[in-house]
C-alpha cells in the first residue's frame, strides 16, 4: 500500500458476557480497496460489522479503530454514518408505516443537514432515486410501501443498495449482501456496487460464498478465524477455500 | 459507547406548566344542593336548568365510581374540591380592549393569540380559564351565517329552547358517575349552533385552561349542527404544573340532524404529572354524539398526550339511517401515565357506517388501554364496522392492554377487527441511525409511521399543534 491506511483496525477484542468474540484481530484497508471477509459461521464477522458502525453497547471492547482520522469508539451511530460508513444490514429492518419514499428522504436531509446544505428538492430527488431505481431493476411503487415491510429477501437486498447510492458513502460494508438473493438479483446488485466503487470508495465484503468473486475484482481475501484474521492473500485464496474447504488454514 | 435510552427521547418538558397570578373568587369547597344552587344563582340561571342540575346531583350521591377501568389513582375526596372559581375581571366584556391584559398574556403564552391582529385566521376561539368563558372571538362575524358560538352559560339567556331541548339529550343527567357529577355542577363551556343548510366558514375551537389550585373543572359542551349543515371543532386543554391532582369532569354532548357533518377534534394536553408519578390531571370525560338524521356523521380525533389519569370514550350513536361515525386516536402515555380510553359505536340506524382507528403509544411505566364497544341493533341492516387498534410499546416497564367488545343483534352487519402490539426495537432505532438520522428523529420517524392511518385524518390547522405537541415529524401525513 503506498498510501495511509482509510481504516485501521489494531489490536480489537470483543467480548460479550465474558465469551470473546474477537480476539486482537488487525486490518487495515486504504482508499479504493475491495476488501472481503470470509469464515464459517460463528467467527465473528457480523460482530466486526457491528462494532465498526457503532452498535457496540453490548460488548466490552479494547483496541483501537481509527477511520479517516477519527477515533471510532468516540462517535455515536449516526456521525458515523454521516462520516461515510455504510452498513448493508444482513436482515435489514422494517419500519411499518414510514414509506421508503419519506425514510430516503429523512436521512438524505440529515446527511445534508451535516453537510451544512439546506433540504433537498423533491423533484431534483426523486429524478435521482428513479435513476438508480433503473438500474437495481425497483419498481415505482416500491417508494411508497413502508421500509422493508413484506418485503422480498431479495427486495430488501435491493433496497439497502439503492439507500446506499443515495448516501454515497466513502466505505461500505456489506454484511452477506449474497444470502438470499437469486441469480439475478446479484447480478443487478453487484453491477451497481462494481459502477459505485469505481470513485475510489472502499468496500468490506462480509461473505460465506466465493461466488461473488464471479461478479467483483477484489483486492485482498481475507480468512477469519475464532476471532481474528488467520491468512489474508488474493482473489486466488478464496478459490482454494472454495475446493478444500476451511480445514486449509 | 452509550447506551440507547428512549426514556429521554421521549420526555419532552410540559411548557404550559405556568400559573397566571390573577385574583380568582372561589366558592368555598364541598358539594352540596346549596353550592349547586349557589353555582345556578351565580349564572342567573332558568329554573329547567337547577332541576337538570338538582335531579342530577340526587342520581349522583346514590351511585358509585365506576371500577370497571384498568386504572388506579388515589381516592378523589369529592368534598376536598372548589366547585367554581373565576378570574375577578369584569363580565360581559364586549370587546378585547376589556380583557384582563394578564389573561391576554396567558393565551399568548399558550400559542392562542386572542387579539385581532394576532388572531390565527380562520379559528374562533372560545377561552375558558378555570369556571368561566373569558372571552369568544369572531362571534359578531359567525352571526352573519347565523351561527350561534358562545360560552354554554351566554347561550342559556340566548336560545333557552335550544338548550332546554337538547342539553343531557344524548349525556342523558344519569349517564354515568363522572357525567352526572358533570351535570350537577357544571361551570362554564362551550356552545354551538349551525343553523340548516350552513357550512361554518372557520373553525370552531374551545380552549380550557385550569389555573387555580384545588379547583376541578366541569365544562360542558353541545354542538348541535342542523340539517345540511357542517363544522370543524377544535378543542385543546392545558394546566399549571402542581404536586397534587386536579380534577377535571367535562360532558361533550354533539347532534347531527339530517346531513349534518361534524368534526370534534381534541388535543389533550394537561399536565401529566412528573417523571416520579406526582401531580397532574384526573380527566373523567364523557364525550358522545348522536347522529339523528339520515346521512349525517360525526367524526371524532384525539391526540392523548397529558393527564396523569384519563378515563374517556368518545362516542356516537348512528341513528338515522346511512349516518356515519368515525373515531381516530393517538394516546401517548409516558412516566406513570395511565390511559383507559377509545369508543363506542351504536349502529341504530340502517346502512350505517362507523370506523375506528386507534394507536396507543406506551412508554416509561405507564399504562395505556384501548376500549371499545361496537353494538349493532336488530333494525340496523347492512351496517358496517372496521376496527383497527395498535399499540407500541418502548421499553420493559411499559403496558399496553386492549378489550374490544363486539355485539351484533342483526346477520347482515360486516364487522371487521384488526390490532398489533409492537415494540419499537432498538434494532430499529440502530437500522435509522446507521443511515444518519439521530436517536430523537428516529424515533418521530418510527412513531409517526406507527400513528400515520390517524395523522392523515387530521384537520390541517391542527396539525402543527399536534406536531408541537407529540414531536412527530409530518412529513409523511401531508408530502
Keep these: 500500500m503506498t498510501f495511509k491506511s482509510f481504516l485501521d483496525i489494531s489490536n480489537l477484542s470483543v467480548q460479550l458476557d465474558k465469551k470473546l468474540i474477537l480476539s486482537k484481530l488487525n486490518l487495515k484497508i486504504g482508499l479504493g480497496e475491495i476488501h472481503v471477509i470470509m469464515g464459517p459461521n460463528g467467527v465473528g464477522k457480523s460482530t466486526l460489522a457491528k462494532v465498526l458502525v457503532g452498535n457496540n453497547s453490548e460488548y466490552s471492547i479494547s483496541g483501537n479503530i481509527i477511520y479517516d482520522s477519527f477515533d471510532l469508539f468516540s462517535l455515536s451511530p449516526d456521525e458515523i454514518s454521516l462520516k461515510g460508513i455504510f452498513l448493508s444490514f444482513q436482515h435489514p429492518l422494517e419500519i411499518p408505516g414510514l414509506s421508503n419514499f419519506q425514510f430516503f428522504k429523512s436521512f438524505v436531509n440529515a446527511k445534508r443537514k451535516y453537510q451544512k446544505l439546506g433540504p433537498v428538492d423533491n423533484k431534483e430527488f426523486l429524478d435521482n432515486i428513479r435513476k438508480f431505481m433503473k438500474i437495481l431493476n425497483i419498481h415505482e411503487e416500491f417508494l411508497y410501501r413502508s421500509v422493508n415491510e413484506g418485503f422480498s429477501g431479495g427486495e430488501k437486498k435491493r433496497n439497502e443498495i439503492l439507500q446506499m447510492l443515495l448516501l454515497d458513502p466513502k466505505l461500505v460494508i456489506l454484511d452477506e449482501i449474497d444470502s438470499g438473493l437469486d441469480v439475478d438479483s446479484l447480478k443487478d446488485v453487484f453491477k451497481c456496487i462494481c459502477s459505485f466503487v469505481k470513485n475510489n470508495n472502499s468496500l468490506l465484503i462480509i461473505t460465506h460464498y466465493t461466488r461473488i468473486l464471479d461478479y467483483i475484482d477484489v483486492d485482498f481475501v481475507h480468512i477469519m478465524n475464532n476471532g481474528c484474521i488467520v491468512k489474508t492473500g488474493d482473489k486466488s485464496l478464496a478459490y482454494d477455500i472454495n475446493e478444500k474447504g476451511y480445514s486449509i488454514v | 459507547m452509550n447506551k440507547l435510552d428512549i426514556k429521554d ?344 357506517k362507523s370506523v375506528i382507528i386507534s394507536k396507543g403509544i406506551s412508554a416509561g411505566n405507564s399504562k395505556n388501554t384501548y376500549r371499545g364497544i361496537v353494538s349493532v341493533l336488530p333494525k340496523s341492516s347492512g351496517s358496517r364496522n372496521y376496527t383497527r387498534c395498535d399499540s407500541l410499546l418502548f421499553g420493559n416497564r411499559s403496558s399496553a392492554f386492549t378489550f374490544p367488545i363486539i355485539k351484533s343483534k342483526n346477520s347482515s352487519v360486516n364487522i371487521e377487527h384488526e390490532a398489533v402490539t409492537s415494540k419499537i426495537s432498538e434494532e430499529q432505532m440502530f437500522y435509522c441511525q446507521q443511515r444518519g438520522i439521530d436517536e430523537e428523529s428516529a424515533v418521530c420517524i418510527i412513531v409517526n409511521g406507527f400513528c400515520k392511518q390517524v395523522i392523515s385524518e387530521l384537520p390541517m390547522e391542527f396539525l402543527l399543534e399536534a406536531q408541537r405537541l407529540l414531536d412527530i415529524s409530518l412529513e409523511g401525513a401531508i408530502g
Design chain 2, 9 to 352: 427521547v421521549i420526555n419532552k418538558k410540559y411548557t404550559a406548566g405556568f400559573h397566571t397570578d390573577i385574583v380568582s373568587e372561589k366558592i368555598s369547597p364541598g358539594i352540596n344542593e346549596d353550592i349547586i344552587r349557589l353555582i345556578s344563582e351565580k349564572k342567573n340561571e332558568p329554573k329547567f336548568l337547577l332541576d337538570f342540575r338538582l335531579k342530577a346531583y340526587s342520581k349522583w350521591k346514590c351511585m358509585f365510581e365506576p371500577k370497571w377501568s384498568n386504572l388506579v389513582y388515589d381516592k378523589i375526596n369529592y368534598n376536598d374540591i372548589i366547585y367554581h372559581a373565576s378570574p375577578k375581571i369584569k363580565k360581559n366584556i364586549k370587546s378585547l380592549d376589556e380583557l384582563d391584559p394578564v389573561l391576554l398574556e396567558t393565551y399568548n403564552r399558550l400559542g392562542i393569540p386572542l387579539t385581532e391582529q394576532k388572531r390565527i385566521a380562520g379559528i374562533a376561539v372560545d377561552a375558558i380559564f378555570d369556571s368561566v368563558s373569558v372571552i369568544t372571538t369572531f362571534k359578531e362575524e359567525l352571526q352573519k351565517y347565523g351561527i350561534i358560538f358562545c360560552s354554554l352559560s351566554e347561550a342559556v339567556h340566548l336560545v333557552p329552547d335550544l338548550i332546554e331541548k337538547y342539553i343531557g339529550s344524548v349525556v342523558s343527567y344519569s349517564d354515568n358517575f363522572f357525567a352526572s357529577l358533570n351535570s350537577a355542577v357544571f361551570s362554564d363551556g362551550s356552545f354551538c349552533y349551525i343553523p340548516k343548510g350552513v357550512s361554518c366558514p372557520m373553525d370552531l375551537s374551545t380552549y380550557f385552561r385550569i389555573n387555580t389550585a384545588g379547583i376541578g373543572q366541569f365544562e360542558r359542551t353541545l354542538i348541535i349542527a342542523d340539517k345540511d349543515s357542517s363544522v370543524t371543532y377544535l378543542e385543546g386543554c392545558t394546566a399549571p404544573m402542581r404536586d397534587e391532582n386536579q380534577l377535571h369532569a367535562a360532558v361533550v354532548e354533539i347532534i347531527a340532524l339530517d346531513n349534518a357533518k361534524v368534526k370534534y377534534s381534541t388535543v389533550q394536553n394537561w399536565y401529566p404529572g412528573n417523571e416520579s408519578g406526582k401531580g397532574g390531571i384526573y380527566n373523567f370525560v364523557t364525550k358522545r354524539g348522536i347522529c339523528l338524521g339520515d346521512y349525517s356523521s360525526i367524526i371524532w380525533n384525539q391526540i392523548e398526550v397529558g393527564s396523569s389519569i384519563t378515563w374517556k370514550y368518545p362516542s356516537v350513536i348512528l341513528k338515522g339511517d346511512h349516518s356515519v361515525g368515525k373515531f381516530y386516536s393517538i394516546a401517548v402515555t409516558n412516566n406513570y401515565q395511565q390511559a383507559d380510553t377509545g369508543t363506542k359505536m351504536i349502529h341504530v340506524g340502517k346502512n350505517t
